[in-house]
């Protein structure tokens, strides 16, 4: 008859190491981690579509050290973004209304159509 060893049955057997899922989730926004891809569409040799794919995933600190902030300055995601594109529109618009203050006063008179006359000439 065979003998079966049932040494160490007690003990569970050794495998991989087991991570829930927000282990995995908190190793990954910790890390980050970077998808990319290309879809390339070609007929007779002629490229007719290119689509590039760049998924990058990760926390919003582990992402400002990679330096990616693009929703910091996106108005449609951030207030203060939208406020300081409103302050900027603002002081261009005032400069604007400046340089064409100025640009008046160096320009020369306006002359009185012919036959009009000014008021000074009228009440005489």
């Known amino acids: 008859m065979a003998e079966l060893d049932f040494r160490g049955a007690d003990q569970p057997v050794a495998g991989p190491p087991t991570a829930s899922l927000a282990d995995i989730l908190e190793r990954v926004l910790d890390k980050g981690i ?8 070609d007929l007779l040799d002629i490229e007719l579509l290119t689509i590039r794919l760049r998924l990058f995933v990760a926390s919003v600190d582990t992402a400002k ?3 990616i902030d693009w929703w910091e300055t996106d108005p449609a995601l951030s207030s203060r ?4 594109a ?3 529109e603002n002081n261009e618009l005032r400069r604007r209304l400046e340089a064409q203050g ?3 006063d160096e320009a020369p008179q306006a002359v ?8 000074a000439t009228q009440g005489k």
């Open 34 to 41: 970077v998808i990319a891809g290309d879809i390339k569409i």
């Open 102 to 104: 100025a640009g008046d």
């Open 86 to 88: 409103l302050r900027e």
């Open 65 to 67: 050290k990679a330096g």
């Open 112 to 119: 009185d159509a012919p036959g009009a006359g000014s008021a």
């Open 81 to 84: 973004a939208a406020r300081d």
